[in-house]
């Protein structure tokens, strides 16, 4: 399915579904796997644990975020698939962020399980028809369908990369 089925277009994660073009969801994962939104890692391993501002995320806090952020999305997509008509609360990606390990996780480890995350789901949205992708469900008072949240999970890292350009890579001047 292609992203112009979604309907309605969920305001706030528009910003991440709209990285990514019209094509179809899976598509889309084979033209944006992680290794290539992260290819630049040389420059991002220079950064690892550096910051552009007091308060903001190392890289490896980025990276944990993406992958804690890819389980959340899916796990709503499988709720939402399944017809699952409870509303999901939001979730404040700071607390997060301060309760992870990644200070003492290595780059290559994060990107690892990353990839692995990914794999797992693109095999739970191999599993759905298009009839589940359509089904919408309320994620943070938001009407969002299973498909959006494949456009949410694929455009999320890329939003950050662009970030990682926009922000961190000057540190390297």
Do not use: C
Request: aromatic share 10%.
């Amino acid at each position: 399915m292609k992203k112009s089925a979604i309907n309605p277009m969920p305001p706030f994660f528009d910003r991440y579904i709209n990285i990514i073009e019209d094509i179809d969801i899976f598509d889309a994962f084979e033209k944006y796997p992680l290794e290539k939104v992260y290819s630049e890692i040389d420059k991002i391993t220079a950064l690892e644990d550096k910051i552009y501002a007091p308060g903001k995320w190392t890289i490896k806090d980025i990276f944990q975020h993406v992958i804690d952020n890819e389980r959340i999305m899916s796990y709503r997509a499988l709720r939402f698939s399944r017809n699952d008509k409870t509303p999901l609360a939001g979730y404040d990606e700071e607390p997060f962020a301060a309760n992870t390990n990644a200070i003492n996780r290595t780059l290559p480890e994060l990107m690892q399980e990353m990839v692995d995350v990914r794999k797992s789901t693109i095999a739970l949205y191999k599993g759905m028809t298009s009839e589940m992708m359509l089904r919408p469900g309320t994620a943070n008072n938001i009407e969002i369908s299973a498909l959006a949240l494949g456009f949410v999970i694929l455009g999320h890292p890329v939003h950050h990369m662009n970030i990682i350009r926009e922000r961190y890579f000057p540190l390297l001047s």
